[in-house]
């Protein structure tokens, strides 16, 4: 089947998408805006971009009309954020603070979450979290018609995470049990994994 994205609406290009590329991680996010209300939402728009320095994106979609979402505002107004892992024990709490709640209500405190101060930044982070990485803006870039999305890149400064989530250096991901999005309503746990080396070039051929 041959599919032109031209010839299709939306939706179906959305559905496709998320269909597609999967499984995607979920980033959980804290915001503070400029009355001091803690927001919360996940989004599963979200990967590493750059290791040195340390960076995240977050593509944050628009509301009908343009209008930014919480998440995106409060970052273009203080220029700091907060990204949790979403976790297998968080998980209906998390699912919970996608909510479109009004501005003034935080997330975190409906999803029965509580949240402690960060290092480096004003906007605190989630306590139940197991990881956290305090965030500050480098980069919105606007995406799309309208624009649709805010592709929002942010550079780690601080890494918080739970000492047994940690072995020589390297992270336990049997621990932390990260929760991935699919399409529709669906998730996915981790699951069954395995290795492989990277081929070498040896000059002649692929070892």
Known sequence: MRLDPKDLSDLEVYKLLIGLVTPRPIAFVTTLSETGTVNAAPFSFFNVVCDDPPMLSIAVGRKDGGECKDTSRNIRNSGEFVIHVTEEKLIEQINHCSCPYPPNISEVERAGLHTIPSEKIK???????SVAMECKLHQILELGNGPAYDLIIGEVVC?????????????????LSPVARLAGTEYTKLGDRFSLDRPKYTGDRSV
Not at 123 to 129: N, Q
Not at 159 to 175: A, L, P, S, T, Y
């Open 123 to 129: 906007v605190p982070r989630v306590g139940e979290c």
């Open 159 to 175: 890494f918080h995470v739970d000492d047994r989530m940690i072995e020589n250096g390297r992270i336990k991901v049997e621990e």
